[in-house]
């Protein structure tokens, strides 16, 4: 039994319940409701799962209200500041900084399983050139697990951890493939020799007629970006991939379901989405107009890049991302952009406004994160791939952590029935027109 209990009153039929409160090491007490229709025959309603904990998990921590994120216990402004991408994956996998001898010997596995199958890029030569490359992602990651028969059995703890690594190692191989594959451009081999993001940006901008070298500054800027993206605890898409795996599907198959997931303009769509949006605007003129249809109840227009469910605070990924933003700019020579003036005119009015303050509206991760990848030369259909490439981190952890747990149970949510009550067939010639 957990040290507290809370007393559930069922006064219309005389009845109580003590409910077992669980205490994490941090966030709010969590009562725990599994036995309550066992016990009452009732079930409890919560769409959104806004006041719901559908698991327990030690990687990700988050304070909406205070604005925190850490990982694993470190907050997320150090590890942006001191620490570097495959460190943050290692950490987020395992639950611990690595030693330096870990940390090589983890560097050279992810370094070595970069490689796509060769018949792979058949797959890629069956998508249409314009197909968007979430669509390739979807489909080309979840394929993965008809090449990889060997690692498929998911309660071998050894199969589990070499999925993550090729996982991890060739998403950023099939992202920059999807990219060449919509320029109708060949696809460019993985560098053993590059760090993981200046190997991305190689796999994206090099030809094989001429050599392309990394800005060191965009590489900073993007391992920064993978960072910041790698986790966020029970978003979208995270619980999609664990809803998926509760079934004891292959981890490929459920980061595909993940990667759907993501594709929304509400979760990781948004990103592509603020980008259109500040193009719709066009100018710093137009702002207050924007902001307007923002609010108006009647216009479906929402302000993209702002909001979150669990922050009601400014995003602290929002704060990191705007910094780089600045400084990717001034080195790109894109110091000025009228699209940076526009986005911080946005945020300047929002930020001012009684409508968005009510309700505790802030920039989020994405507000900036679009700006940075267009100064960098990666286009808008990709925005949404490189969160995802960061994001397969996080998911992975988890179906990890979930498929760990001797106590994990299908996850299988339970409704309320709205719909006609029990009636009897009747036949075709039977039925009125109506
Ligand atoms: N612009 C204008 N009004 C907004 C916005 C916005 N971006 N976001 C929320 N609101 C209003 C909403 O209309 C509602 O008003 P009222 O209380 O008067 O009905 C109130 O704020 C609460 O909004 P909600 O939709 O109930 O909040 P939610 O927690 O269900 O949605 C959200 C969170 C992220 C889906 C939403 O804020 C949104 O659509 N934002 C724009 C899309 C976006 O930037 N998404 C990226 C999220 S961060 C990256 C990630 O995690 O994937």
């Not at 509400?266 to 609010?295: C, F, R, T, W």
Request: proline share 6%; glycine share 6%; charged share 20%.
């Amino acid at each position: 039994m957990a040290d507290k209990t809370f007393t559930l009153i069922d006064n219309a039929n005389n009845r109580s319940m003590e409910l077992p409160v669980r205490q994490g090491t941090q966030g709010p007490p969590t009562i725990e409701i599994s036995s309550l229709y066992k016990e009452l025959g009732v079930f409890t309603y919560d769409p959104g799962f806004m006041s719901t904990a559908s698991c327990k998990s030690a990687i990700t921590y988050i304070d909406g209200e205070a604005g925190v994120l850490e990982y694993r216990g470190y907050p997320i402004e150090q590890l942006a500041e001191q620490s570097h991408f495959l460190e943050v994956v290692y950490l987020l996998l395992y639950g611990e900084l690595p030693a330096p001898a870990e940390m090589e010997n983890f560097e050279g596995i992810i370094t070595h399983h970069t490689m796509i199958k060769e018949k792979l890029k058949d797959l890629f030569n069956g998508f249409h050139y314009d197909a968007h490359p979430m669509a390739i992602m979807t489909g080309v990651v979840g394929s993965l697990s008809a090449f990889y028969h060997d690692s498929l059995d998911i309660h071998n703890p050894q199969h589990r951890e070499i999925s993550a690594h090729r996982l991890i190692a060739k998403m950023p191989t099939i992202a920059a493939a999807s990219y060449k594959h919509s320029k109708g451009e060949a696809f460019i081999y993985p560098r053993n020799d590059m760090s993981f993001a200046a190997n991305f940006l190689h796999m994206m901008f090099a030809t094989p007629c001429e050599e392309y070298v990394p800005d060191p500054v965009a590489v900073k800027a993007l391992d920064i970006l993978l960072i910041l993206h790698a986790d966020h605890e029970q978003n979208a898409s995270t619980s999609t991939v664990r809803l998926a795996g509760s079934s004891h599907a292959n981890p490929f198959a459920c980061i595909a379901a993940g990667i759907a997931s993501l594709w929304g303009p509400a979760h990781g769509g948004a990103n592509e989405a603020v980008i259109d949006m500040l193009e719709m605007i066009g100018d710093v003129s137009q702002v207050p107009k924007y902001v307007a249809m923002a609010k108006d109840k009647n216009d479906p227009f929402r302000l993209m890049g702002f909001g979150h469910r669990v922050y009601k605070n400014y995003d602290p990924r929002a704060r990191i991302v705007r910094k780089v933003c600045h400084e990717v700019l001034a080195s790109t020579c894109h110091a000025g952009s009228p699209m940076m003036e526009l986005a911080l005119k946005l945020e300047e009015i929002a930020l001012q406004d009684e409508y968005f303050i009510e309700r505790k509206l802030y920039p989020n991760v994405d507000f900036y994160s679009g700006i940075i990848y267009r100064a960098l030369g990666i286009p808008n259909n990709m925005f949404t791939v490189m969160f995802a490439i960061a994001r397969s981190v996080g998911w992975i952890a988890h179906w990890t952590e979930m498929i760990a747990d001797p106590h994990q149970l299908i996850g299988r949510p339970r409704q309320v029935y709205e719909g006609a009550p029990k009636r009897d067939y009747v036949p075709v010639d039977k039925r009125r027109k109506s």
